[in-house]
């Protein structure tokens, strides 16, 4: 009664290892390291080849592509939970919060989970929301009136691309590459640590776009290999920024919003912002952006206003910052 098996059939003492913070100092089991890191690696494989299972010639902005796409990938992440279970059971890692709370869906700071991350955000694209809304043709009373009405929102939600971009995506990679990956990865690495290792994974998930690109020919061999290492840099410093927001507030709505708007807004325009008639502005409003998003960081993802300790916190004894208020 006093033992459970742990890694590769071991028994350990429940007295020594991998206890949750808050019931002393956390250690590790022997093997947890190689077992975390192979059991994401088989969940990002999961993920990337449902979007493979369907035998198509068309292109993958085709709306009978995207709503295949749609089946695998809601499959897939809807058995992912599983795998941070198989994993807790396999280490013998003891959690005090429950599966769900460990991947950021609790009801404890909700209303700051949803508002801060994205308003924080926001404030990072001030330039390119200043931008866009110079070259807007809606005056701003125009532009409420059609974020009440229903008939606009019908025709997004009847838009493949829209509802994969600004709904499916988000919230089956965050799920997937966040909700699950940072519990399995934060005992063996440590937050900070995590926090730089979980976006490769979501990097090199993305490769996969270059097998579209080279299956219907768009672009030069070296035009594609280039757009494939900037979109893995822009992925890979993205997923930092929401592993970041995940541990910090320990909770999945906050990097869902973030990437739904990331998303919606694009990669900045910064040539067209050196070329725009009121250039002065609109940069100066991209570098004030920058510095008030440095300055709000953490005070807008301070764990004090999301219930502490946030349950990943929970898995490691390390002292990082990210963990405390």
Known sequence: DNFTRGVGGR??????????????????PEGLCWVSVMSCLLLACSYVGSLYVWRSDLPRDHPTVIKRRFTSVLIVSGLSPLFVWAWRDFTGVRTGPSLLALMGIRFEGLIPAIILPLLLTMVLFLGPLM?????????????IRVAFDP??????FSDMRWLRNQVVAPLTEELVFRACMLPMLVPCAGPSV??????????????????????FRQGTLSGIFLSAVFQFSYTAVFGAYTAFIFIRT???????????FCNYMGFPAISAALDHPNRLTILSSYLLGVVLFLLFLLPFTDPYYYVLPTPVCTLTSSRSFLCLS
């Open 11 to 28: 028994f350990t003492s429940l007295d020594a290892p991998a206890a949750p913070a808050s019931h002393g100092e956390f250690i590790p």
């Open 151 to 156: 008939w606009f929102w019908m025709l997004c």
């Open 250 to 260: 320990g909770h999945l709505i906050g990097p869902v919003l973030c990437h739904s």
């Open 131 to 143: 931008q866009l809304a110079m070259d807007c043709p809606w005056s701003f009373i125009d532009g």
């Open 194 to 215: 995590a926090i730089f290792t979980c976006p490769l994974f979501f990097g090199v998930a993305h490769f996969h776009h270059v097998i579209e690109l080279l299956r």
